[in-house]
């Protein structure tokens, strides 16, 4: 039941959330980061009921959403972290995705952190879209419906990722 309470909870705050303009690093209540890496990979490990994340070398271009959310000096255990990652091929400058199938060929996974098991959600719906603005910068559109643990996250953002 607990673990019920905290995850309907942190649904609801997810829901509710969007980015706003290019560059929001301030976003919500917490610290928002856009990056990207050549010659990388997504990889997914660990079994149904535990799996996680991991950047390992490969021959792709990995995005990174991060979002840190404040903590508050009175609670324990308030930490959460969500992360958006998704790969392209290096030689593109631009690109466009649509639908599950195509969110799932780039890898696309959002990852929650927090105070309760690791939680890996799968795109569901929707859409994400890129171009090439110089070779340290991309301007990222996103606006997906991930499943996650059974329910339903919206995720949305226009942003200006950078080379790490």
Known sequence: MKYSLL???ALLFLS??????????????????YTFEGGKQVNLFGDSTNQYVEIINGDKL??????????????ADDEYTENIYFEIDPSVDAFSYSGKEELESINLIMQAI??????????QSG???GKKINDNTWEIDLNVTFDWDGS???????A???RE
Do not use: H, M, W
């Open 7 to 9: 995850l309907l909870t």
């Open 16 to 33: 509710s959330c969007k980015e706003t303009g290019i560059d929001p690093t301030t976003c919500r209540d917490g610290k928002c980061t």
């Open 62 to 75: 990995v995005f990174q959403y991060q979002y840190l959310k404040n903590e508050k000096a009175n609670i």
């Open 114 to 123: 927090c105070f309760c098991p690791v939680i890996i959600a799968t795109p």
């Open 127 to 129: 859409s994400i879209s």
């Open 152 to 158: 339903v996250v919206e995720s949305e953002f226009s």
């Open 160 to 162: 200006r990722f950078e």
